[in-house]
């Protein structure tokens, strides 16, 4: 139980990932803030694990995060562990593009995460124990053809937790982003499906395709990511700051 008695906020925290994350902090003791736009699918994660509080609220939305994360803090305490994680990926030809395309991806996986952060640091005290990750993407670390936005809103994820992690330096709080490869969740399965309609081809070889960018050719599941997480939230990792962790199977830049 490291984690007894923390208060965690996860954002997507009902599904794939987040909910893999999620779990594993509750499992450890915190009590969990679970954020999406999908009530009823927050819902059903708090019921299957204890001490996951499920509150729907949407990133892009900033002042409603502002207040649903306030008032989470008022009801179980200073976020001392924070993962932004919620997002989207959207791919497409970079010339089809439009500004509200690239807003939508922008405003969720970009704008949502420093509202997060920035209300989640305001909750913590000068002296205070930290962890704040956000979940960035291999595209966080190098291009991918075919997700300008998305590559665009990774690297901007690492921006942040680079500038945050040399602005908090000397205190007890960490900032780190992990950065996957292909995981087998439900934006892996749309994907598939997309890429599928646009080039013709069955939807399980759009998936085998994406399962070969990984560099060990499979797709990651999600408890390989929550692990990275884990241990960025442990004590061992006190001193890991500022970093990028890599779980993609192999090196990627
Ligand atoms: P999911 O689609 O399962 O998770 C995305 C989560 O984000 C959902 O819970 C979704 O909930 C939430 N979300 C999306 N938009 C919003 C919004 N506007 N406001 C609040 N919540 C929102 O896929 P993953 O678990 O794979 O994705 C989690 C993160 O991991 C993403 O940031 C993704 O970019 C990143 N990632 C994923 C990889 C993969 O291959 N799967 C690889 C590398 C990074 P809801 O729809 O209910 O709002």
């Not at 913590?124 to 936005?149: E, F, Q």
């Not at 013709?200 to 050719?217: K, L, S, T, V």
Request: aromatic fraction near 4%; include cysteine; charge should be neutral.
């Amino acid at each position: 139980m490291e984690h007894s008695g923390r208060h965690a906020l996860v954002t997507g925290g009902g599904t794939g990932i987040g909910l893999a994350i999620a779990t594993a902090l509750a499992n450890a003791g915190a009590e969990v803030t679970i954020t999406g736009r999908r009530a009823d699918v927050l819902k059903a994660a708090a019921a299957a694990t204890p001490r996951l509080h499920p509150v729907a609220v949407d990133v892009t939305d900033e002042t409603a995060l502002r207040d649903a994360i306030a008032r989470a803090a008022e009801e179980r305490g200073p976020v001392a562990i924070c993962v932004a994680n919620a997002g989207i990926a959207e791919g497409g030809r970079f010339r089809d593009v439009t500004m509200t395309d690239w807003r939508r991806t922008m405003s969720t996986n970009l704008d949502g995460a420093f509202v997060t952060f920035q209300v989640a640091l305001a909750t913590l005290g000068k002296a205070d124990w930290g962890r704040m990750i956000a979940v960035s993407s291999i595209a966080g670390v190098r291009g991918l053809a075919g997700a300008v936005p998305y590559t665009a809103s990774k690297h901007g994820l690492i921006g942040l937790i680079r500038a945050l992690s040399e602005e908090h330096m000397g205190r007890a709080v960490t900032f780190n982003a992990l950065c996957p490869g292909y995981v087998d969740t439900d934006i892996v399965t749309r994907n598939a499906a997309a890429i599928a309609a646009r080039r013709g081809i069955p939807e399980a070889a759009a998936a085998a395709d994406m399962a070969r960018g990984n560099r060990h050719r499979t797709l990651l599941q999600v408890d390989e990511v929550a692990g990275a997480a884990m241990w960025l939230c442990s004590d061992a990792a006190r001193s890991v700051n500022g970093q990028t962790i890599q779980v993609a199977g192999g090196q990627v830049a």
